[in-house]
Structure formats: C-alpha cells, structure tokens
C-alpha cells in the first residue's frame, strides 16, 4: 500500500509541476519499414549479400559514368514497394522508376539494401543541384540532394 501511495504521489507530482513532457519510443512497429540509409555513390559491390557503397559522395563530374542512390531498408516483414524519383536541378521530374515490389516470401527479414541509377554520360546531366526521393509502400521515406559540376 506504501508502495502504491509512493508512485501516486510521484505521478501527481509530475504531471502538476511539469509544463512538457515527451517521449520518443526507439523501436519500432513489427513490420514497419524504416529508410536507415540513403546514399550516393559512382558504383555499388556485394559483400556477403550485402549492397555496399563504393566512395559514398554527395558530389559528382558531369562525365562520371553512373550515380547509384542507395538505400537501406530495415524491418521488412512480407513485402514492400519501393520507388525512386530523380528531380532535375529545374525541380522537374527526370525519372521516375515505378514500384519497385521487394518481396521476402512469408519471412521477415532485417533489411534490403537496393539501388536505382542513372548515366551521366549517355544521359547529359544538366549541372546543379539534384534532387532523388525515395518512396516505401507509396509514402515519401526520404529525400536526398547531390550535385553534378
């Protein structure tokens, strides 16, 4: 009873005598798809399954031969869509992949790692700042710029 009086009084405490309270739960939902990682790069290898970055950039010669955006997804349970939108430094759309259906059969896996690309050199990038977003199941997971000099 003592016990139970204690957190009562402690409860009643905070609530009257604090102005804000928040909380931020770390983990997340089962099968929700989170976009850990978002990165640029000239080219990806495979190490154990795994999609690496090769010297990972935010910056890029016009006469580079490709950019890969790659991305890591974390907690896919079943399947999952993905899609890529390339923005031009106009802010117009350049390329859009459609979805893209990742699917792990009935397992839930820890992550996918996948990549979209383009090329530079056969495509004759207009220079600037461009813009790629990323979407997971339709809804807009990240958004990352690079440039072309």
Not at 24 to 49: M, R, T, W, Y
Not at 80 to 109: A, C, F, M, Q
Not at 117 to 131: C, F, M, S
């Amino acid at each position: 009873m003592r016990i139970r009086l204690s957190f009562l009084t402690i409860g009643w405490l905070i609530s009257n005598c604090c102005s804000c309270m928040s909380f931020k739960i770390v983990s997340s939902a089962p099968g929700e798809n989170i976009l850990e990682n978002l990165e640029f790069c000239p080219s990806v290898e495979e190490d154990q399954g795994i999609l690496k970055p090769v010297e990972p950039r935010d910056e890029f010669e016009k006469d580079s031969t490709q950019i890969f955006c790659l991305i890591k997804v974390r907690v896919v349970s079943k399947s999952l869509t993905l899609r890529w939108k390339w923005y031009s430094p106009e802010k117009k759309l350049w390329k859009d992949t459609g979805e893209v259906v990742v699917y792990s059969g009935n397992k839930s896996i820890d992550f996918v790692s996948a990549y979209d690309r383009i090329n530079p050199e056969k495509d004759e990038l207009a220079q600037g700042v461009w813009t790629v977003a990323v979407f997971i199941n339709g809804h807009l997971a990240g958004r990352r710029i690079f440039k072309v000099s």
